[in-house]
């Protein structure tokens, strides 16, 4: 009897369901580098650098734990460049009796696991990802019959669940949610704790090699990979964040700064969503700083939201709306994606910063994604499938399951308000508000129109004209449109004017950004 256990790329953790109750004498771990997954869409490098070498020292590690490692390295002869190809490969390699699988984190790669008894004529078995908090199954049910069902109510009920940042059946710090005191700007001169930075070894020096002669013509910079690989880099990280960072992270959580990337966010992200870390200990870790009086409740409680409430509720929206999610576009947007989404090369210099820390760091912060990134992509109705496959392309942490959701619902509202229950979309008051940029930017961010107006004032309210029937009477848009009533006809239309003349200039993608072919 043999089992094989393929072990995806984001799965690399060594609590995983599939490694659990195998007895390792019957077993073999199957780990694949194949050139499907690294070209579906043509991922940012030091995304495929994270998971290349993240997957070797993993299998590393599971071969140093006793266990029998089949890995596939890219380039190695024969490697038919799929996981189902390589699933057929090694399972005749091994006689394999058996396959045992956690589920996939993307709907498509989980299209794949169903068809595999089918392919292998073996007996499969497909195991819930227990990483975690909430199965698909358990979310399935709580979002039955609502029309959008509501984050907040969700996060509160897995508070309750799980007992985390509870004080018996009230939350800790008497409230559930202190996001109104996570909102301040960062004072002049404040000291920001720098990321840890890791050394890479000789296994991350091959797969640098690697990448950058396979996939160096992908958007983003390979220079000054600096990311986690291992579990240990990844606890150290996190125990580095929990220290430093996290008792600023509330207050600043939404703050941005043109020379300061990474402020008191975690970073943690992409080391979470491949598996080396798991979101209960980011939670318990975070909660226990609390408990020793080491991190104020607004800090924790942000960060704990993010990740049981938000991080759960995204993905278990995905499971119940997919496939059809990916398809959504309820605003009608058909413009194509600017071609500075790739080059960094426009005028505004929130988008310019944004891009650029994108393509140096294959990171950027959340309000950066939304509020910058996003926004613009929404005001100027950009068509959502493409924004979508820029946010998957260019994030080391993003993979279907996390991105799409917040894309396509939450930031484009191109689901029509499952996710979210009005629009992300601003005009540059915003952004002045909650950064550094305007101040040096070549356009005037007090001004709706003329030639230095800033784009994303005309831009903010010719969207609430072309959408006003959808968006009118809903109560959380009420007062933007009383601003709105009080233009007079005559600036309406100039703001509208300006709105059409600005996004004539815009430069379209080229083609090959995004998958080789297009
Ligand atoms: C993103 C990615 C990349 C770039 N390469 C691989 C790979 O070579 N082998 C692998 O197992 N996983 C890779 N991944 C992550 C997978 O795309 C991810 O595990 C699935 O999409 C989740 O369903
Ligand atoms: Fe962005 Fe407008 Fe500010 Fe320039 S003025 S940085 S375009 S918000």
């Known amino acids: 009897m043999t089992i094989l256990i393929p072990v995806l790329g984001d799965q690399l953790s060594h609590s995983l369901s599939s490694l659990n109750g195998v007895d390792r004498a019957d077993a073999v771990v199957l780990l694949m580098e194949v050139v499907e997954e690294t070209t579906y869409v043509r991922h940012h490098p030091q995304k495929i650098a994270l998971i290349l070498s993240a997957m070797r020292h993993f299998a590393a590690e599971l071969s140093a734990d006793g266990w029998r490692v089949d890995y596939v390295e890219l380039e190695a002869p024969g490697n038919t460049g799929s996981f189902s190809g390589e699933l057929a490969r090694v399972a005749a390699r091994h006689a394999a009796t058996a396959i045992r699988v956690t589920e996939a984190g993307e709907w498509r790669v989980q299209q794949m696991l169903l068809g595999w008894e089918q392919l292998l004529g073996l007996p499969v078995t497909i195991l819930e990802d227990t990483r975690f908090f909430v199965s698909v199954a358990e979310f399935t049910t709580w979002a039955k019959g609502k029309r959008s069902p509501v984050m907040e109510f969700f996060y509160r009920d897995q508070r309750q669940k799980t007992g985390l940042l509870m004080d018996g059946k009230q939350p800790a710090g008497g409230r559930w949610n202190f996001d109104k005191e996570n909102r301040e700007t960062p004072p002049r001169g404040l000291n920001y704790p720098a990321p840890l930075r890791t050394t890479p070894d000789e296994i991350t020096r091959a797969v640098l090699a690697l990448v950058g002669r396979r996939f160096g013509d992908h958007f983003g ?12 880099e990844a606890l150290a990280a996190l125990d580095h964040f929990v220290a430093a960072a996290l008792p600023g992270y509330g207050d600043y959580q939404d703050a941005m700064l043109a020379e300061q990337d990474t402020l008191y966010h975690s970073v943690l992200s992409p080391m979470l969503n491949c598996g080396l870390l798991l979101p209960r200990e980011l939670c318990e870790a975070a909660e226990a700083a609390y408990r020793r009086g080491d991190a104020p409740i607004n800090a924790v ?27 959504a576009n309820e605003l009608g947007a058909t413009r194509p994606l600017p071609n500075f989404y790739w080059t960094a090369e426009t005028d505004m210099r929130c988008l310019h910063i944004a891009v650029r820390d994108t393509r140096d760091h294959a990171w950027s912060h959340h309000i950066q994604r939304l509020m910058v990134l996003g926004n613009f992509a929404l005001i100027a109705g950009i068509d959502p499938k493409a924004i979508d496959d820029w946010f998957l392309v260019v994030y080391a942490d993003a993979y279907q399951w996390v991105e799409l959701p917040n894309v396509i619902g939450m930031s484009q509202h191109a689901d029509g308000g499952r996710v ?27 001004q709706r129109t ?42 309406q239309d100039l703001i509208r004017a300006q709105a059409a003349a600005f996004l004539g200039t815009l430069t379209p993608a080229g083609p090959g950004w995004v998958t080789a072919e297009r």
Not at 303 to 327: K, N, S
Not at 428 to 434: T, V
Not at 451 to 462: E, T, V
Not at 470 to 475: I, K
Request: charged residues 25%.
């Open 221 to 232: 910079s390979l220079d000054g990979f600096n990311l986690p690989v291992t579990r240990a």
């Open 301 to 327: 409680e942000g960060f704990v939201r993010q990740v049981l409430g938000w991080r759960e509720f995204i993905r278990g929206m995905y499971w119940v709306d997919m496939p059809a999610f990916a398809d």
């Open 420 to 446: 979210g229950t009005k629009p992300y979309a601003s005009s540059g008051a915003y952004i002045n508000r909650m950064s550094d940029y305007c101040g040096r930017c070549r356009y005037d961010v007090k």
């Open 450 to 491: 003329g030639p230095d107006a800033c784009p994303f004032n005309a831009l903010y309210w010719d969207f609430l004209a072309r959408h006003e029937e959808r968006f009118r009477a809903n109560p959380r848009m009420r007062n933007m449109y009383r601003t709105w009533d009080r233009f007079a006809p005559a600036e």
